[in-house]
């Protein structure tokens, strides 16, 4: 709080926000197994965002590969793409293998929901291994991992990528409930697959302990964690602990700097004007916590924009579409990464007349 007393206005709100991402950070990571309680006991009070939340992509974004989707697909397939690799199901379990590898990779786990891909993850001896092939829903099968070598130089890295612990344990902190880690130590017993309830906020515990004893609904209130009632920018600094946030130093133009950041919503929407100039507009302003993500074409996206764009007698003149007409086309585009991964760009702008679809 000393900092805060030498920063300006825009420096302290960045401070508090990162003081409040932090504190929610930390709280998640501190807790024991025994405080997180599951999301069916959230239900019996909050039965709305339980049914939302629970058949939602994030509540999927980690599943046993064994029965999903992804271990479906790898099984029909047989061989990957390029043919040298061999799946096969072996006493239950998924296996992958290589001829020049003395022993297979044993899959473990798919990571994403698959609404726009999904990407096995398992064990080669005792390291966890990311496969070099996913599924992609817009492919309806097998290609290349984003970001891994397209031809690979190695028995192993044809495999995939062998993970180092850190970078394991950010993985399935982002995409599971309750995971107790230490650093770059982290034991994946107790773990509950998939964003559930407790992920965003806090383990439930006293919560419920609290709404038991019947207390005011305050203190009942003040038992959990409600990311919701934060400043705009710590609550995008949250979905940024997952979604990916600025790195130091990087502009206004992020996807110019580096194009894969639009894959990263709240990168866009921190630098855009929309956020720049109001510093309220958060993901919840069009987002859902509970839910998936709306199509692009319902209209509800479009009035979120008129809650600020208009004047006091009509609708800002100079758009052309703001009359029932949706906004995204023109100032929030996809962008294609690779040929089967396409995002919405956050940093809402207005792009050249010629680039406009």
Request: glycine share 8%.
């Amino acid at each position: 709080m000393v900092l805060m007393l030498h920063a300006g206005r825009k420096s302290k709100r960045r401070i508090l926000a990162l003081f409040l991402a932090a504190l929610f950070v930390s709280i998640a990571s501190a807790c024991r197994a025994a405080d997180f309680v599951g999301s069916q006991a959230c239900a019996q009070c909050h039965p709305s965002e339980f049914r939302k939340q629970s058949a939602s992509h994030h509540a999927h974004s980690l599943q046993p590969i064994e029965g999903s989707l992804l271990g479906a697909a790898l099984l029909k397939a047989g061989h990957s793409p390029d043919g040298r690799l061999r799946y096969e199901e072996n006493a239950g379990k998924i296996l992958i293998y290589e001829e020049s590898v003395p022993q297979p990779v044993v899959l473990e786990w798919a990571f994403g929901a698959g609404a726009q891909g999904s990407t096995p993850v398992g064990l080669l001896g005792d390291q966890l291994i990311e496969h070099r092939f996913s599924y992609y829903s817009r492919a309806g099968g097998l290609a290349p991992t984003f970001g891994h070598v397209s031809r690979a130089s190695t028995p192993i890295a044809e495999l995939g990528v062998l993970q180092d612990k850190r970078t394991v344990s950010n993985c399935f902190n982002c995409h599971a409930t309750g995971l107790q880690r230490s650093g770059s130590e982290f034991r994946l017993t107790g773990l509950r697959p998939g964003v559930q309830c407790e992920r965003c906020h806090g383990p439930g515990s006293t919560h419920i302990q609290a709404a038991e004893r019947g207390t005011s609904k305050d203190e009942v209130r003040r038992e959990i964690l409600n990311p919701g009632r934060f400043p705009a920018r710590a609550q995008i600094e949250i979905c940024g602990g997952c979604h990916r946030l600025p790195m130091p130093g990087m502009g206004e133009e992020p996807e110019l700097e580096d194009p894969v950041t639009v894959r990263f919503a709240p990168i866009g929407l921190l630098a855009s004007r929309c956020f720049r100039a109001s510093k309220t507009i958060s993901c919840l302003a069009c987002h859902d916590p509970h839910s998936d993500a709306r199509p692009r074409g319902d209209f509800s996206y479009s009035e979120a924009c008129l809650g600020c764009h208009v004047t006091d007698r009509k609708p800002v003149k100079l758009c052309r579409r703001v009359q029932k007409a949706n906004c995204l086309p023109c100032h929030m585009q996809q962008a294609q990464l690779e040929s089967y991964l396409q995002f919405t760009d956050h940093r809402i702008r207005v792009y050249p007349v010629n680039s406009r679809r």
